[in-house]
């Protein structure tokens, strides 16, 4: 199955789902710009509230890369969907408030899981 759009093409194979476009939002200029992405199907809208990495794991690492977006600008840091990932609190809002709950709950017995924000 595969379908189009005008930057955008889409096909699904042996549960697959590959996805390429073209991204214009930086430089428009640059028309060659392709992205490419293949992932199972399975997978498609799965993540998990302070994630950033998405490894299926909370870990230290995921408090790394949250303190990086708080604190050193989206640029750099921002994983996709980073309102979803970084709202550990479910308070739809992403500050260092998810960075000690995400803590707490990594190293405080009983501290609640991370429940994100419920759009
Ligand atoms: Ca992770
Ligand atoms: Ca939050």
Not at 10 to 28: E, K, M, T
Not at 48 to 70: E, F, H, Q, S
């Amino acid at each position: 199955m595969a379908t189009s759009h005008e930057h955008t093409k889409i096909a699904i194979s042996n549960g697959h789902i590959f996805i390429v476009w073209r991204d214009f939002r930086h430089n428009p200029q640059l028309v060659n710009s392709v992205y490419a992405q293949i992932m199972p199907v399975d997978e498609i809208g799965f993540f998990k509230p302070g994630d950033l990495n998405y490894d299926k794991a909370l870990t230290l690492a995921d408090v790394i890369g949250m303190v990086n977006y708080i604190f050193k600008g989206i640029e750099k840091y921002t994983p996709e969907g980073t309102l979803l990932v970084c709202d550990v609190n479910g308070d739809c809002k992403v500050s260092l408030v998810d960075v000690i709950n995400l803590v707490n709950y990594l190293f405080k017995p009983g501290w609640p899981a991370p429940v994100g924000c419920p759009m």
